[in-house]
């Protein structure tokens, strides 16, 4: 089971991180990828990090997001910073098994299991 956890509301400007964890699986093995869905938007692509360390940012999350993995604790973090109201969304983690082929970091249908997401709000 995977699971995403540490939203909340903040107020613009201000930081949240957000956390991954899964039950059964060895984090480090898989590709994590990060996504976001706002009320009556698509789900959209925040980020994703390789088993080997490769890291993959959208466009409005270049310089104020980063990505993380805690193998110790078999977590991944998902740190933003210099949050926007626009970020409002649920956050979602999913993970993809790193030794099949084909994957398309981006895309929400490329990853193997996905978690239920968790709710950051920011308020101007």
């Known amino acids: 089971q995977l699971q995403a956890s540490g939203g909340g509301s903040v107020q613009a400007g201000g930081s949240l991180r957000l956390s991954c964890a899964a039950s059964?699986?060895?984090?480090?093995?898989?590709?994590i990828g990060w996504f976001r869905q706002a009320p009556g938007k698509e789900r959209e692509f925040v980020t994703a990090v390789r088993s080997g360390g490769r890291t993959y940012f959208a466009d409005f999350a270049e310089g104020r997001f980063s990505i993380s993995n805690d193998n110790a604790n078999d977590v991944v973090y998902l740190q933003m910073n210099s949050l926007k109201p626009e970020d409002t969304a649920v956050y979602y983690c999913?993970?993809?098994?790193?030794?099949?082929?084909?994957?398309?970091?981006?895309?929400?249908?490329?990853?193997?299991?996905r978690g239920q997401g968790t709710q950051v709000t920011v308020s101007s």
């Open positions: 059964g699986l060895i984090l480090s093995r898989y590709n």
């Open positions: 999913a993970v993809r098994n790193s030794l099949r082929v084909g994957y398309s970091y981006s895309s929400w249908g490329s990853y193997d299991y």
